[in-house]
């Protein structure tokens, strides 16, 4: 819902970018059905898996739940290393158990880091590039000799 609000904002700034580009006689947002189909589709799936996926912990106790199971602790290899393990603080020893016993929660984390750190140098980075292409379209590409200027637009769109 925060994306179908906040679109109508991003899209003026996408066509303010692309005005640099291109000499259109009139620039408009356009939104089809289809998107509207799209956004209310992706709610509910993600409605629905929500739901799905937590459907038993609803009906069981809160406080169970919260608790969680408690795993099983392997000793680690790097604890039959004493010159190793010895040196380090209880807290780094901690970091390395959790990091072992939860790979899959360590994953994810730094996967969403380097995703977030794409997205910001993709942020950066492209309207750079937009503006690098537009100078080099105008002042290397498209090089003419001679210019043509039209007055009246429609006039001229409906003769040729």
């Not at 994953?107 to 969403?112: E, S, W």
């Amino acid at each position: 819902m925060a994306g179908a609000a906040i679109s109508p904002l991003m899209s003026l700034f996408v066509l303010e970018t692309q005005k640099t580009m291109f000499t259109l006689p009139h620039w408009q947002i356009a939104y089809s059905w289809s998107s509207l189909v799209v956004i209310l589709l992706v709610i509910f799936i993600c409605t629905l898996s929500a739901y799905l996926a937590s459907r038993q912990v609803i009906k069981g106790l809160p406080a169970v739940f919260l608790r969680g199971k408690t795993k099983k602790v392997h000793h680690l290899f790097l604890e039959k290393v004493p010159l190793f393990w010895n040196r380090i603080s209880d807290e780094t020893k901690w970091a390395i158990r959790d990091a072992f016993i939860n790979r899959v929660r360590v994953l994810m984390g730094i996967v969403g880091v380097a995703g977030s750190m794409m997205l910001l140098i993709a942020g950066v980075g492209m309207p750079i590039s937009m503006n690098h292409l537009v100078d080099k379209a105008y002042n290397t590409d498209f090089l003419y000799a001679k210019r043509l200027t039209v007055a009246n637009y429609n006039q001229a769109a409906k003769t040729y």
